[in-house]
């Protein structure tokens, strides 16, 4: 599939908003049990120590993030919306995770991205921080259609 055929995959900006799609995969070992984040990420693997990973085989990282949407984040007074919507055995579900921006996120990870309910930033892969939930806190039967390997979309969203 060419790029073209892809679909945006940063939305234009709307009402002061701007947007970045990821879209993975499920996979047989996601538990969603940490207690204080959730990440994404491009390996196409998971053990089952990765109890904070939601999906797998993303195609996008925060290095592909536009430069727009990550100036946005550093701003420490920007709502972040992480919005997770999974598919699979006919039905769909969806999980809004609220948090924020600061001043110290990189965002130039090129392999994974974590959102975490700490105000940690020290290292290039943290999207939002302050969030108010974490994997563990996510909806069971989510967490469940992730784990048959359901086709996931983050939708991340920045207001300033």
């Given at each position: 599939m060419s790029d073209a055929d892809a679909g945006?995959?940063?939305e234009p900006d709307l009402n002061g908003s701007h947007v970045?799609?990821?879209r993975a995969r499920g996979h047989e070992n996601?538990?969603?049990e940490h207690a204080s984040t959730f990440e994404f990420t491009t390996d196409d693997w998971l053990t089952l120590a990765g109890d904070c990973i939601l999906g797998v085989d993303a195609d996008r990282t925060p290095r592909d993030f536009s430069p727009e949407f990550r100036e946005a984040c550093r701003d420490p007074?920007?709502?972040i919306t992480a919005t997770i919507t999974v598919e699979g055995d006919g039905k769909r579900y969806t999980e809004?995770?609220?948090g924020r921006g600061d001043p110290g996120l990189a965002l130039v990870d090129d392999r994974s991205?974590?959102?975490r309910t700490s105000e940690y930033t020290d290292d290039?892969?943290?999207v939002l921080v302050d969030a108010d939930a974490a994997a563990a806190d996510l909806d069971r039967d989510l967490v469940a259609a992730l784990a048959d390997?359901?086709?996931v979309e983050l939708r991340l969203e920045v207001r300033r």
């Open positions: 945006p995959e940063t970045e799609v990821v996601v538990t969603a007074n920007a709502t809004t995770v609220v991205m974590v959102a290039e892969r943290t390997s359901g086709e």
